[in-house]
């Protein structure tokens, strides 16, 4: 084989491979090329800065449709200038959209110009938001308060079916800062001060008047309670019951004194005391462990003695006149009837 014809069959395999790798993305892509799509346009007054050909379109989230243009108003229409020879509408954008058929009608009947201003009255807003930190905007689409965003005012016909805007909230938040500030550079904050000083000096003048008269009230009140209390305590301490009790008070103080010298004197004995019952109890111990038996027997005799006594006692109860006669009278006998 020659080396030209090796040649042509490498062309002729590279361009098969392209043909092929092209006609691949071409049938891939035939569907998203010849998708039935519904083009729709808003405006937006802030920047767009972030905002890419290709950012998704989304309704709560979910994605409907695509950003398909950006562009100044002034490059899609002819605008008119106004009165002092200006353009109104120089700083606006034009972003168009393709978005899905079925998100704005359900049937061929229904008419999406119809539909989509029937929506708008309702409140239907494009807004600008960002996907996390990273400053990539898309297009975000939802129900607003059609009074708090009404729809800007052009003066142009659209190309493609209308739906106004609304600020992001980015832009919201920045408006509201901008009118704090704006009130803030108003306020004449050294007059205020001033007059905030001299209220206050007032306040306290009138504070220490109201003060100086309560206190004088109070402190004559509580004099007058003070004389009183002290007349009451003369009074009582020169009643004779007090000076009595006085006397009572040092005559118990006088008796307790001696009294507990009496019974210091009473402990100072008690060690003698209990030594001389020891020895006592001692020595009856001793007479009764060499007495034993003796004692005993006088026990005994004195258990006997208390029988014949109790004996005689008994005796003496039922018969009084043995102690006087001596026998006992006899038993009397009873005479049946």
Same mark, same amino acid.
């Given at each position: 084989? *020659? &080396?030209?014809? /090796?040649?042509?069959?490498?062309?002729?395999?590279?361009?098969?491979?392209?043909?092929?790798?092209?006609?691949?993305?071409?049938?891939?892509?035939?569907?998203?090329?010849?998708?039935?799509?519904?083009?729709?346009?808003?405006?937006?007054?802030?920047?767009?800065?972030?905002?890419?050909?290709?950012?998704?379109?989304?309704?709560?989230?979910?994605?409907?449709? /695509?950003?398909? !243009?950006?562009?100044?108003?002034?490059?899609?229409?002819? #605008?008119?200038?106004?009165?002092?020879?200006?353009?109104?509408?120089?700083?606006?954008?034009?972003?168009?959209?393709?978005?899905?058929? *079925?998100?704005?009608?359900?049937?061929?009947?229904?008419?999406?110009?119809?539909?989509? %201003?029937?929506?708008?009255?309702?409140?239907?807003?494009?807004?600008?938001?960002?996907?996390?930190?990273?400053?990539?905007?898309?297009?975000? !689409?939802?129900?607003?308060?059609?009074?708090?965003?009404?729809?800007?005012?052009?003066?142009?016909?659209? %190309?493609?079916?209308?739906?106004?805007?609304?600020?992001?909230?980015?832009?919201?938040?920045?408006?509201?800062?901008? !009118?704090?500030? /704006?009130?803030?550079?108003?306020?004449?904050?050294?007059?205020?001060?001033?007059?905030?000083?001299?209220?206050?000096? *007032?306040?306290?003048?009138?504070? %220490?008047?109201?003060?100086?008269?309560?206190?004088?009230?109070?402190?004559?009140?509580?004099?007058?309670? #003070?004389?009183?209390?002290?007349?009451?305590?003369?009074?009582? #301490?020169?009643?004779?019951?007090?000076?009595?009790?006085?006397?009572?008070?040092?005559?118990?103080?006088?008796?307790?004194?001696?009294?507990?010298?009496?019974?210091?004197?009473?402990?100072?004995?008690?060690?003698?005391?209990?030594?001389?019952?020891?020895?006592?109890?001692?020595?009856?111990?001793?007479?009764?462990?060499? &007495?034993?038996?003796?004692?005993?027997?006088?026990?005994?005799?004195?258990?006997?003695? *208390?029988?014949?006594?109790?004996?005689?006692?008994?005796?003496?109860?039922?018969?009084? !006149?043995?102690?006087?006669?001596?026998?006992?009278?006899?038993?009397?006998?009873?005479?049946?009837?």
């Amino acid at each position: 084989m *020659s &080396q030209k014809a /090796r040649y042509f069959k490498i062309g002729l395999f590279v361009i098969g491979a392209v043909s092929l790798a092209v006609f691949a993305v071409i049938l891939l892509g035939a569907g998203k090329w010849f998708e039935a799509k519904t083009m729709v346009e808003t405006y937006f007054i802030e920047s767009v800065q972030g905002l890419e050909v290709g950012a998704p379109v989304r309704i709560h989230g979910v994605p409907v449709g /695509r950003v398909e !243009s950006i562009h100044l108003a002034r490059e899609e229409y002819d #605008l008119p200038m106004n009165t002092q020879g200006k353009f109104p509408f120089k700083g606006v954008v034009v972003v168009r959209m393709s978005v899905r058929p *079925s998100v704005v009608v359900r049937s061929p009947e229904e008419d999406e110009k119809t539909i989509m %201003k029937i929506a708008a009255d309702a409140g239907f807003r494009f807004r600008l938001a960002s996907q996390g930190i990273t400053g990539v905007l898309y297009i975000e !689409s939802e129900f607003l308060d059609p009074e708090r965003y009404p729809p800007m005012a052009i003066a142009w016909t659209p %190309k493609t079916p209308y739906i106004p805007s609304a600020p992001s909230t980015i832009s919201e938040l920045g408006t509201d800062l901008r !009118s704090i500030a /704006r009130k803030l550079d108003q306020v004449e904050f050294e007059k205020v001060t001033k007059d905030l000083d001299a209220m206050i000096l *007032s306040v306290t003048r009138l504070v %220490k008047d109201v003060q100086a008269e309560q206190l004088g009230a109070e402190a004559k009140l509580v004099m007058t309670e #003070l004389r009183a209390t002290v007349q009451d305590a003369r009074r009582v #301490l020169d009643s004779p019951h007090v000076a009595k009790t006085l006397e009572d008070f040092h005559r118990t103080a006088d008796d307790l004194s001696h009294t507990a010298k009496t019974v210091r004197l009473a402990t100072e004995q008690l060690p003698d005391l209990m030594a001389r019952v020891n020895r006592s109890v001692r020595r009856v111990d001793a007479l009764l462990v060499g &007495q034993g038996e003796k004692v005993d027997d006088v026990f005994e005799n004195l258990r006997s003695v *208390s029988e014949e006594l109790r004996y005689l006692t008994k005796t003496i109860e039922q018969y009084p !006149s043995q102690v006087l006669f001596g026998e006992p009278p006899p038993r009397s006998q009873t005479v049946p009837r």
